[in-house]
């Protein structure tokens, strides 16, 4: 059986089985499912894609959701620029398929931090499909655990926070500019705010929390074309994070 079930809908199929493969190559075993395979599957870890197709997808996975959200195990990725229902999700719009796409890294690497978190039974238990069936029944539902959830997260979490740094690759193209030294600043400068666009994607979701980010550059090139020049920048953002872990 999966580890990792990638929810997605009928017409993102084949981005979502590209998902998976990137996961297996990793060592994760995953499966695209629709709703109703990922409801009855109970995943270690559901990949959510947000996508202009996926509105009734997400609607119809709505219980499913909301039980994976609280144990802390789904994965939020957006396949279009689209507004998706979690913000704290993982931009993926830009990615064509390859392997060292960097923001393909990031959900790599919340997934494998999801998986290695011990699961807590009494969590499990108290948002399980059974728990969750007999409040829907009662007519309670997600609002009693909303209400009561500053004392069950007390009594069923006990959080460790461990120092970390993730890396990904970095390879940006600076705007034109008169002269070297201008082109040179302004490709740095793009690659400084593209390795914090970076760090923020990965402390969204409640996985890693973010300390600091940094840079280091392993190559740099400078052309001039029609009296303008323009640089490009090599290198690796450097995530400097703390990794939850729930006991």
Not at 29 to 36: I, L, M, V
Not at 104 to 130: C, E, F, Y
């Amino acid at each position: 059986m999966a580890q990792v079930l990638v929810l997605s809908a009928p017409e993102d199929s084949a981005r979502a089985e590209a998902l998976v493969k990137s996961l297996e190559r990793a060592g994760v075993k995953a499966a695209r499912a629709g709703a109703a395979q990922a409801a009855a599957g109970d995943p270690s870890c559901l990949i959510v894609c947000h996508s202009a197709n996926s509105q009734s997808l997400l609607r119809s996975s709505e219980a499913l959701l909301k039980r994976l959200e609280v144990r802390g195990r789904a994965v939020h990725v957006r396949l279009d620029k689209v507004a998706p229902a979690d913000p704290d999700s993982v931009d993926l719009s830009h990615w064509l398929g390859g392997q060292r796409n960097p923001a393909l890294a990031i959900v790599r690497d919340k997934v494998q931090s999801i998986l290695r978190t011990k699961p807590n039974r009494r969590l499990a238990w108290l948002t399980g499909p059974r728990t969750m069936a007999a409040l829907a029944y009662l007519g309670l539902g997600g609002a009693l655990l909303q209400l009561a959830e500053p004392w069950w997260r007390g009594w069923v979490r006990h959080e460790v926070w461990t120092p970390a740094e993730r890396r990904y690759p970095l390879f940006e193209s600076g705007p034109p500019r008169p002269t070297r030294t201008e082109a040179d600043l302004a490709a740095g400068r793009f690659a400084r705010a593209q390795a914090q666009r970076l760090c923020a994607q990965l402390a969204v979701g409640g996985e890693f929390r973010l300390v600091s980010v940094a840079t280091a550059e392993s190559r740099r090139e400078c052309s001039n074309h029609a009296q303008e020049w323009r640089c490009t920048w090599q290198g690796t953002a450097r995530c400097g994070v703390k990794i939850r872990e729930v006991r």
